[in-house]
Every structure is written in C-alpha cells, then in structure tokens.
C-alpha cells in the first residue's frame, strides 16, 4: 500500500505505464452527492490525455444513462456515454441472454423502469401506493399473481411501500421467476457525516419472505464484471487500475477480479481506515491518494 504522493518520478512513471483501462467509481472519487471533488474533471482528462480508456462503474440506477451522461458533462467530465457502467445496463444484458419477454416487476426508480421499457421489455404494474389499512386490503392489493410476471428486479426503490414489498414475494414465489438485485447497499453516505438507509435493507425483506436468493448485477458482483470484460474487451487485467473510495465495494471488486487498486480518500474512507485495517487483508489497495486532484498532479510531473 503505497501513498502515491510519496513516489518518486521514475515510480510514478512506472506507475502510469502499467494499465490502460481505467475503471472508476463515481460517488466520493468524482463527487460526493452535493459537490464536485475539486480536480477530478482534470484528472480524468490527464488520464485520457495518457492514452487511458476511462470507464466509469456506478451503482447509481437513479438516471438514465442519457440523464447520467448530460450529468458528467455539466459538470466538466470528459466521459464519453458508451463508457459508463451502471445496473440499468447490466440488467438489461442479463435479461437479454435470458432471452426473457414477460413482465418485469421493478423495485426501483422510474429512470431504471424506461430504460427496461426502452431496451424493449414490459414493465409489471405497481401500487397503489395507499390503500385502505386494512388486512384485507392488503392481500387484495398484493398477493394475487396471474403468472404473467417473469422477473423480479430489485434495485433502489426511493419510494418503497408494502403492497409492492409483497407484490414481490408473491411473484417470486413461483421459482422459475427471475430475481436480479442491482443496488444492494444497506447504507450510504449522502453528504458529511450523513448516512440514509440503502436499498439493501428493503431486499433484505424480499429476500428473507420469499426465501429466494437475488443474481446481483450491481458492483462488485461477477456478472458486473462480466459485462465490462465482454463490453470493453479486456484481456489482461492486471493491465486495469480500478479507482474507489469503497474498501468492500470498490476495493473488493478490484481484488476479486484481479485489477490494479488506487483507493481515494475523497469519499467514504479515511485515512485512520489504512492504520486501523477491518477488511480482508487481500482488500489492501495497491496505492493510495487523498484524491483525484492529486493525479491530476502528478500526471503533470511525468
Ligand atoms: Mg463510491
């Protein structure tokens, strides 16, 4: 574990020399929720600018994959749209080589939903969102299943309630129903020091009442990772450097799969993290950096 600060020229050559493709995380290494990190734009122009393919690899199904990349160039980032990653895409490709065609029922948002519909599958009714409190209201909204449903998708659903918690089980009772979990977190952080509950917490239910285990399509499971080796045809992964702030997300992933670690202090790791190590020893990252600006700048001293 290296603080790539304290290389020295020829390292740092070395260092930058030794991968081609760049995958990258998105929340604390580019922004955090309501900032910008200050020279991560120029960062990944540098590293572009280096010969770099820069992929970014979020969990983040809130936008479409349009809405996402208009986000990136707004704000200054390079980022090309073919080269971002998220569960919408992976979803998708799953679905797909499951030549599937029923319904799916999504626990998710609506961006996540038109880009099902937009790839050309059918999206399962939800709701209602209210209904009268009553037990019998409840069965009536929610457990009734005509077997036109195929799949189950969970992913972040920003406006989860019980009847659609239940409609799923109901269909995932029937075990040929397809269950893909996208983002599976069960915290994040939205700001300093401000941590919500993540979509993780609501599978969780879905998982325990259906007995049903999810296929995860999100980071850092391996059909993510199998849709960016196929996607971007990487042959040698030691020939990668995956940047993260996430030790079990991002950290994990990298190390599962054999790529190079940078991990950024910009995010949801602090430096005390390194010294006070609660991770799979393997999870170490290679080197470490307090953020993307300081790539930025030491691409300018090479
Ligand atoms: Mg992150």
Redesign the pocket.
């Known amino acids: 574990m290296k603080d790539l600060n304290a290389l020295n020229t020829h390292e740092l050559r070395a260092f930058f020399d030794s991968f081609d493709h760049v995958l990258c995380?998105?929340?604390?290494?580019l922004w955090n929720v309501l900032e910008t990190i200050p020279g991560a734009a120029a960062a990944v122009a540098s590293l572009q600018n280096l010969g770099k393919t820069f992929i970014v690899v979020s969990n983040n199904t809130t936008a479409t994959l349009d809405d996402y990349h208009h986000d990136f160039t707004s704000k200054g980032f390079p980022i090309k749209r073919e080269n971002i990653v998220t569960p919408i895409q992976t979803t998708i490709s799953y679905l797909k080589k499951q030549n599937f065609s029923k319904e799916v029922f999504v626990l998710g948002t609506h961006p996540l939903k038109k880009s099902l519909r937009d790839a050309g599958f059918r999206i399962a009714e939800r709701g209602p969102l209210e209904i009268k409190e009553t037990f019998h209201a409840l069965a009536a909204a929610s457990t009734e299943d005509d077997g036109s449903v195929g799949a189950v998708v969970a992913d972040i659903d920003l406006n989860v309630n019980y009847v659609n918690l239940q409609k799923a089980v109901t269909f995932l009772k029937r075990p040929e129903v397809i269950f893909i979990r996208g983002t599976g977190d069960a915290r994040f952080g939205v700001g300093l020091d401000r941590v919500v509950m993540g979509p993780g917490v609501f599978h969780a239910i879905v998982e325990e009442c259906s007995g049903r285990e999810p296929v995860s399509v999100a980071k850092p499971a391996p059909f993510a990772n199998e849709f960016i080796v196929e996607k971007y045809k990487i042959g040698d992964a030691s020939r990668v450097l995956f940047i993260?702030?996430?030790i079990p997300s991002?950290m994990g992933f990298a190390t599962k799969f054999g790529y190079k670690k940078l991990l950024v202090l910009s995010?949801?790791t602090k430096e005390g993290a390194l010294e006070d190590w609660k991770f799979p020893e393997e999870y170490r990252p290679d080197y470490f950096v307090d953020s993307l600006k300081s790539v930025h700048d030491l691409i300018g001293r090479i």
Request: aromatic share 0%; proline share 0%; hydrophobic share 25%.
């Open positions: 995380d998105v929340h604390g290494v993260g702030d996430s991002d995010g949801l």
